[in-house]
């Protein structure tokens, strides 16, 4: 439940990017961070103009009050949320090497904060530390995306059909607006706002367990699991929605508490496609 096309419209307004001309102040909202510091987009400041670069140096403009100072691991987080979007979307190949100093010009920054945030992805595996020269993105293969929906499995379907036996129906309920936003970021092609969405519904479903080291592990191996093929067909807008869908039909099962409809849904998800 993870890939699609390439962009093909403006996201959508629950997704990253709906928030692009909000000021940067102390703690930027989320939505905010990714889409101003879009891959290839425009660069880190150039949306707010003069003033928001003051802003984000925690200088005092006439247009608004002082804000406090942003450090730079902000803006190394909105570095890699957006290297992450941007993976995700096949905006970066897969064994092609980049260089800080070239991404950070793209970004409008300078080369420290986008080291930082490659730094870390090649903690989660994303990218190799190539001595000298940059970052390489990860070549990965269809057996490798196999064992990670293989562990996802072992690790969600049990949760997912305790949770179905357990949780009452008006919890499902609140989780209607997540399966949604699948469903619309499906409806736009955009694979790193659906990557988001997807991730967000899993978080939100699995979060019920109360075990926060489950959701936190969870997470990850789905992260992981939406970085592209080293070859392969791109996925289609068409497939995204039907994954998306299986989002909308399992809630509408659990919500039902519909056990069997449940449990073929939630091993489908898993065993089906990418999940």
């Known amino acids: 439940m993870e890939q699609g096309s390439a962009r093909e419209g403006v996201r959508p307004p629950y997704a990253p990017g709906a928030y692009a ?20 987009g425009t660069p880190y400041g150039a949306a707010g103009g003069a003033a928001d ?10 247009s608004e009050p002082p ?8 803006v190394r987080g909105q570095i890699l949320e ?35 945030a490659m730094q870390q992805l090649a903690v989660e595996g994303a990218v ?5 020269r940059g970052f390489r993105v990860s070549e990965r ?29 008006e919890r499902w309920g609140v989780l209607r607006p997540l399966a949604d ?8 092609g955009d694979r790193a706002s659906y990557a988001e969405c997807d991730r967000a519904f899993h978080r939100a479903v699995l979060t019920l367990s109360g075990n926060e080291q489950l959701v936190a592990v969870a997470d990850e191996l789905h992260r992981r ?16 929605l039907a994954d998306a869908a299986e989002h909308t039909a399992l809630l509408d099962a659990l919500i039902a508490q519909d056990l069997a409809v449940v449990q073929a849904l939630v091993r489908e998800h898993f065993t089906g496609a990418d999940g």
């Open 128 to 132: 190799e530390v190539v001595p000298n």
């Open 67 to 74: 804000v406090p100072r942003v450090v730079r691991h902000s």
């Open 21 to 40: 001309g909000a000021p940067v102040t102390g703690r930027v909202p989320e939505q905010a961070r990714v889409s101003r510091m879009r891959f290839g």
């Open 53 to 62: 670069d003051a802003a984000a140096r925690g200088e005092h403009t006439h």
């Open 141 to 169: 293969g269809p057996r490798e995306l196999a064992e990670l929906a293989e562990v996802r499995a072992l690790i969600e379907v049990p949760v997912m059909l305790r949770l179905a036996r357990t949780v009452p129906a």
């Open 181 to 188: 936003a699948t469903v619309a970021a499906a409806a736009v």
């Open 82 to 116: 957006a290297l992450r979007a941007a993976l995700v979307d096949g905006e970066l190949t897969p064994g092609q090497v980049y260089s800080a100093p070239a991404l950070g010009a793209r970004f409008g920054v300078s080369a420290t904060p986008v080291r930082e």
């Open 225 to 240: 699991s939406q970085w592209p093929l080293v070859s392969g067909p791109a996925t289609r807008r068409a497939d995204l």
